[in-house]
């Protein structure tokens, strides 16, 4: 019963910031890389930015230095901090995470979305 939730999605105006959070829970053994991944209308899922467990960090090029992602291991969180925002960037934003279960019970887990749109 591994879930993901995120919050933090809403409305803003290009140009400003928002922060995303994701917070997994359920009988979870270990969580290994997590990312951030996005759909805008008509599009497929596209990936937004990855963390490994050990903190390394990848960006799609859309957002690379404007988008940090981050996570807090004790907690089974990870964020997306969001700065500069343009109306491209519109999308409904999944969490995401490759998580061990068990011994031999590795899984990829997804949220249920939250929602961004930014305004022109």
């Known amino acids: 019963q591994v879930q993901l939730v995120e919050s933090g999605g809403g409305l803003v105006q290009a140009g400003g910031s928002l922060r995303l959070s994701c917070a997994a829970s359920?009988?979870?053994?270990?969580?290994?890389?997590m990312g951030w991944y996005r759909q805008a209308p008509g599009k497929q899922r596209e990936l937004v930015a990855t963390?490994?467990?050990?903190?390394?960090?990848n960006y799609a090029d859309p957002v690379k230095g404007r988008f940090t992602i981050s996570r807090d291991n004790a907690k089974n969180m990870v964020y997306l901090q969001m700065n500069s925002l343009k109306p491209e960037d519109t999308a409904v934003y999944y969490c995401?995470?490759?998580?061990?279960?068990?011994?031999?019970?590795?899984?990829?887990?997804w949220g249920q979305g939250t929602q961004v749109i930014v305004s022109s």
């Open positions: 995401n995470a490759d998580i061990s279960v068990a011994d031999g019970y590795r899984y990829m887990y």
């Open positions: 359920g009988s979870i053994f270990s969580i290994n890389r």
């Open positions: 963390i490994t467990s050990g903190r390394s960090t």
